[in-house]
T-cell receptor, first 116, second 110 residues
Framework: EAEVAQSPRYKITEKSQAVAFWCDPI?????LYWYRQILGQGPELLVQ????????DSQLPKDRFSAERLKGVDSTLKIQPAELGDSAMYLC??????????????FGPGTRLTVT | RKEVEQDPGPFNVPEGATVAFNCTYS??????FFWYRQDCRKEPKLLMS???SGNEDGRFTAQLNRASQYISLLIRDSKLSDSATYLC???????????FGGGTRLMVKP
């Protein structure tokens, strides 16, 4: 069964350092999402891509976060500089749907970030 | 007010019990509704979609009340393996953009 791949699974970094997460969606899925999930809360959408284009990044803290999907396949989410409040699970999801349809989103295992 | 609200629980129930979770959403234009299940320190996985007419999948029944902007999930004959967090999810607006509730934690005990 095809899966969404993410790496690393765990990351510990000191505040003010830069950190990057990688996601490889299910092959053929045009839509890719990055979510942040703080312990005890539901996932919160950070950014949505349709192919290589950003569809929505209204909740992405652009002063320190950036995301790219240059070739419309895999994607990288970067935080620079990291802050203590960034400690969370970062989830990547993909979907075969375009922006006008609602289909199941498949989640990767996530990257658990701890900022010290 | 949060876009999607759930009772965080935990709901502690014995095996075999019937348990129901409720969820309310604020955006009356929402069109698609789902329940996701998330095990501890794992990723969310789709449990079932929620249709206007209500739908059932084995021991699980989901219902939607658009007038009251309310979604429910009923689990019958609870199993130990049902212990998890159940996330209520609605689409944010037209298009495949989802808003998650905070989740309801269920613990089924022997």
């Amino acid at each position: 069964e095809a899966e969404v791949a993410q790496s690393p699974r765990y990351k510990i970094t000191e505040k003010s350092q830069a950190v990057a997460f990688w996601c490889d969606p299910i092959s053929g899925h045009a839509t890719l999402y990055w979510y942040r999930q703080i312990l005890g809360q539901g996932p919160e959408l950070l950014v949505q891509f349709q192919d290589e284009s950003v569809v929505d990044d209204s909740q992405l803290p652009k002063d320190r976060f950036s995301a790219e999907r240059l070739k419309g396949v895999d994607s990288t989410l970067k935080i620079q500089p990291a802050e203590l409040g960034d400690s969370a699970m970062y989830l990547c999801a993909s979907s075969s749907a375009g922006t006008g349809n609602s289909y199941e989103q498949y989640f990767g295992p996530g990257t658990r970030l701890t900022v010290t | 007010r949060k876009e999607v609200e759930q009772d965080p629980g935990p709901f502690n129930v014995p095996e075999g019990a019937t348990v129901a979770f409720n969820c309310t959403y604020s955006n009356s234009a929402s069109q698609s509704f789902f329940w996701y299940r998330q095990d501890c320190r794992k990723e969310p996985k789709l449990l079932m979609s929620v249709y206007s007419s209500g739908n059932e999948d084995g021991r699980f029944t989901a219902q939607l009340n658009r007038a009251s902007q309310y979604i429910s999930l009923l689990i019958r004959d609870s199993k130990l393996s049902d212990s998890a967090t159940y996330l209520c999810v609605v689409n944010k607006r037209a298009g495949n953009m989802l808003t998650f509730g905070g989740g309801t934690r269920l613990m089924v005990k022997p």
